[in-house]
């Protein structure tokens, strides 16, 4: 099984990013929630290279929510 976190500089740029912290709390969800999502339903988030830490944008999980 492959992982849809994406691993994409260029995109840096229209992230205004927010961390997993503030992500989880405002969505209300536990960390499996969030780590299934972005493992198996392209939750929209990006791995920053070199680490292991993910970043995510409001704006399209707003989307993504809405297109669920």
């Known amino acids: 099984m ?3 976190i994406e691993n ?3 995109d ?7 961390g997993m912290r503030n992500i ?3 969505l ?3 960390y ?3 780590y299934r999502w972005t493992r198996y339903k392209g939750f ?10 993910v970043l995510f ?3 399209k999980i707003q989307d993504w929510l809405e297109n669920q």
């Open 2 to 4: 492959f992982s849809l």
């Open 8 to 10: 994409i500089d260029e």
């Open 12 to 18: 840096r740029k229209e992230y205004s990013p927010v």
């Open 24 to 26: 989880l709390k405002e």
């Open 28 to 30: 209300n969800i536990s």
């Open 32 to 34: 499996s929630t969030l």
């Open 44 to 53: 929209p988030c990006y791995r920053v290279q070199g680490s292991n830490k």
């Open 57 to 59: 944008n409001r704006e």
